[in-house]
């Protein structure tokens, strides 16, 4: 199983949006609606964004929103602030037999 | 306030077992839905799914790293553990505990992490 396809990079200016994809396949992400999402500060550990493709826990901002079309998944951030600046992972049920997968990781840059 | 913290040597050789474990505190590891995982990130890379377990017993292991993986859960203790065996200077990484949510198979909570180096 190999790990889930995202951008390397994305950037936008404060108050934009922005959108990271992760790309899979018909056997993964387009099997399951089982995408979750993640923020990791340099230094720290991730932080759940998103889960079950469009869920927010509680306490995560409204400008974070996920959706997914066939087999890919998208994590958009409107209003892309300063503290935006991160590195963002997708994470996805694969099925039974290799269980779960990373994306490879997308470095979101605020201009 | 549910906690996980990572602990175990910093430091292993080349061929011997990488063994950490994670103590759970602010509640109980036996709680129906959640199950345990471990993660890592090399230097400098993205995240890798290890493997997880339910406070049964009950696990599942990444296939690339499940043939030298074993992950183990003491109820009695709050713990679960990580064992790695014949490693190489490829798992050096930063290794995080999580807990993950049965129903929405998401990492919901994670330790701070804790640096492995495979070094003679």
């Known amino acids: 199983q190999s790990a889930l396809t995202q951008p390397a990079s994305v950037s936008g200016s404060p108050g934009q949006s922005i959108t990271i994809s992760c790309t899979g396949t018909?056997?993964?992400?387009?099997?399951?609606?089982?995408v979750s999402w993640y923020q990791q500060h340099p230094g720290k550990a991730p932080k759940l964004m998103i889960y079950?493709?469009?869920k927010r826990p509680s306490g995560v901002s409204n400008r974070f929103s996920g959706s997914k079309s066939g087999n890919t998944a998208s994590l958009t951030i409107s209003g892309l602030q300063a503290e935006d600046e991160a590195d963002y992972y997708c994470?996805?049920?694969?099925?039974?037999?290799?269980?779960?997968?990373f994306g490879t990781g997308t470095k979101v840059t605020v201009l | 306030q549910l906690q996980l913290q990572e602990s175990g040597p910093g430091l292993v050789k080349p061929s011997e077992t990488l063994s950490l474990t994670c103590t759970v505190s602010?509640?109980?590891?036996?709680?129906?839905?959640?199950?345990w995982g471990w993660i890592r990130q090399p230097p400098g890379k993205g995240l890798e799914w290890i493997g997880n377990?339910?406070?049964?017993?009950?696990?599942n292991y990444n296939p690339s790293l499940k043939s030298r993986v074993i992950i183990s859960v003491d109820t009695s203790k709050n713990q679960f553990s990580l064992k790695l065996r014949s490693v190489t200077a490829t798992d050096t990484a930063l290794y995080y505990c999580?807990?993950?949510?049965?129903?929405?198979?998401?990492?919901?909570?994670w330790g701070q992490g804790t640096m492995v180096n495979v070094s003679p």
């Open positions: 602010g509640g109980s590891i036996s709680t129906y839905s959640y199950y």
């Open positions: 994470y996805s049920y694969v099925g039974s037999s290799a269980f779960y997968v």
């Open positions: 377990v339910y406070f049964s017993g009950s696990t």
């Open positions: 079950e493709v469009a």
């Open positions: 018909s056997s993964d992400v387009g099997n399951y609606n089982l």
């Open positions: 999580a807990r993950h949510v049965g129903e929405s198979h998401a990492f919901e909570m």
